[in-house]
């Protein structure tokens, strides 16, 4: 008995901790963690290998251009915006 006591107060004790130190949920923190997420993952890449993957389900002589197609017609900034947006809107920190 005693020693889930200690266990409990242990556990309890950390789980405040984390709760004490996180982030406050505001549209400036959220847009802090999405785009320190998207330099984790940037969309320029995510679309790459996504164009990459959908393109291996075409006839070999068509795989370049659709790649090609997929990826020179992104405009990344307007993309990356959209995303961030998004991510404020949808997540919390």
Not at 48 to 57: F, G, L
Not at 59 to 78: C, E, N, V
Request: proline share 6%; aromatic share 8%; glycine share 2%.
């Amino acid at each position: 008995m005693r020693k889930q006591t200690f266990t409990l107060t242990i556990l309890t004790l950390f789980i405040s901790c984390g709760l004490a130190f996180s982030a406050p949920d505001t549209p400036e923190t959220r847009r802090h963690e999405a785009e320190r997420y998207l330099q984790a993952t940037p969309p320029k890449a995510l679309f790459e290998d996504m164009a990459d993957k959908m393109a291996a389900n075409l006839p070999p002589d068509q795989r370049d251009q659709f790649k090609k197609l997929m990826t020179s017609q992104l405009d990344i900034a307007a993309l990356t915006k959209a995303m961030i947006d998004a991510m404020v809107k949808n997540f919390t920190t």
